[in-house]
Nanobody, 119 residues
Framework: QVQLVESGGGLVQAGGSLRLSCAAAGRVLDIDEMGWYRQTPGKQRELVGNKIGDDTPHYADSVKGRFTISRDFAKPFLYLQMNNLKPEDTADYYC?????????????WGRGTQVTVSS
């Protein structure tokens, strides 16, 4: 089992920055895929970016050049540095960890942290 707890959300003006953290506990492996998703009311949860092990992160086009994912394997923590925030970045942000068992994915989710960007 894996537990994920997000923190760092809040209210920020457009152009500002926030850093989200995801604390992971339990059976977390360095090779696991970890990522950030976001969701707004009435819409599907969408991928913001993810990182498999120590590989180069991948990002959604909408956040490339503004958001950076990093991972601390020692703690283990996952971070999302968000710069030049826009009102359209307003959403609930969720941490995800994906493990593969016998070819089948097992997803773990945190409860989310809210980010509000004012114009």
């Amino acid at each position: 089992q894996v537990q994920l707890v997000e923190s760092g959300g809040g209210l920020v003006q457009a152009g500002g920055s926030l850093r989200l953290s995801c604390a992971a506990a339990g059976r977390v492996l360095d090779i696991d895929e970890m990522g950030w998703y976001r969701q707004t009311p009435g819409k599907q949860r969408e991928l913001v970016g993810n990182k498999i092990g120590d590989d180069t992160p991948h990002y959604a086009d909408s956040v490339k050049g503004r958001f950076t994912i990093s991972r601390d394997f020692a703690k283990p923590f996952l971070y999302l540095q968000m710069n030049n925030l826009k009102p359209e970045d307003t959403a609930d942000y969720y941490c995800n960890l994906k493990q593969w068992n016998s070819g089948a994915p097992q997803d773990y989710w945190g409860r989310g942290t809210q980010v509000t960007v004012s114009s």
